[in-house]
């Protein structure tokens, strides 16, 4: 069976949104792929989070390696996609990146994922580049919420 990776963002959202978006898409695990799980968006720290997905029996990983150095977050609020490009391939290459790449393949062959960072528009953030290369290994299919 092919998998199936959903990716969300949600800049213009409120975590029962998410949250009820995910439901209804059959999202089983929520990997969060920010560099800084913190937010200052109410509920969309690490612990309220995870805690809002657990009522809904959705689980929440946070791989830390996958997110954005500061310097590829900064591109992309510029609207840099070519820089973000370069910085986050870069960033991926470094062995924790690698360990937690391989962690998100693991899951993703397991169970119906979804990725979860900021940006409302998955092609300008680094979910993109992640999918991209899910899809070009797994042969996974692409949802984006």
Known sequence: MQPRVVTIGYERATQAEVVARLADAGVARLIDVRAVAASRRAGFSKTLLAAGLAE??????????????KEGREAARRGDHAALGTIYGAALETPEAVDAFALLQAMV?????????????????????????????????????
């Open 109 to 145: 062959g397991a169970e119906c994922c979804a990725l979860l960072c900021y940006e409302a528009d998955a092609a300008g953030c680094h979910r993109r580049i992640l999918t991209d290369r899910l899809a070009a290994r797994l042969g996974a299919e692409i949802v984006d919420l």
């Open 56 to 69: 809904a029996g959705i689980a929440y990983t946070h791989l830390r390696a996958l997110g954005t150095p």
